[in-house]
Every structure is written in structure tokens, then in C-alpha cells.
């Protein structure tokens, strides 16, 4: 099992943690941030495979900041995680 520490920038979040099983996501944590949104986020990616994830929230927008908590998890995934060639 591997596990991948985000650290978000220009968000409420201070990092993500992501513990990945094989292909699929096991857990996503947001420390810092709107804890529930975070938990909501959390759950919804389990099981997920990091570039469908990755696909989904990148670019949401949190009140203008041109970024978000859901799209830092994104960026960071692209950023450390080998997707497979298309």
C-alpha cells in the first residue's frame, strides 16, 4: 500500500493524505479545511482509481480562488501518481 501526502496551496486544507491499494484509492484524509466536505470528498473517492479522481475534481472552484481543496487533491495526484499510458 503506498501513501501520498499533498500539500495544497492557496486553500483551507493544510494537507491531504491519500493511501492508495494497488490502482484504487483506500482513503483520502483532509487535515484542515471544512472537515465535513472533507469527509464527503473522502468517502466518495474510495475505491476510485487516482486519474478518475483526478479527472473529476480538477478545476473546482472554491469562491474565486481559482483552486479548491478538491482541486489541489487533483493536482497533487497528477503530480505523484504514474497514470497509465492512454
Avoid: W, Y
Amino acid at each position: 500500500m503506498d501513501k501520498i501526502v499533498i500539500l495544497p496551496k492557496g486553500v483551507c486544507c493544510d494537507r491531504i493524505e491519500v493511501e492508495l491499494d494497488g490502482d484504487a484509492i483506500k482513503h483520502v484524509e483532509f487535515i484542515g479545511g471544512c472537515h465535513g466536505n472533507g469527509q464527503a470528498i473522502g468517502r466518495l473517492l474510495v475505491g476510485m482509481k487516482p486519474e478518475k479522481a483526478a479527472d473529476v475534481l480538477a478545476g473546482v472552484n472554491c469562491e474565486g480562488k481559482g483552486t479548491s481543496c478538491a482541486d489541489q487533491f487533483a493536482r497533487g495526484i497528477r503530480e505523484q501518481v504514474p497514470f497509465p499510458a492512454e
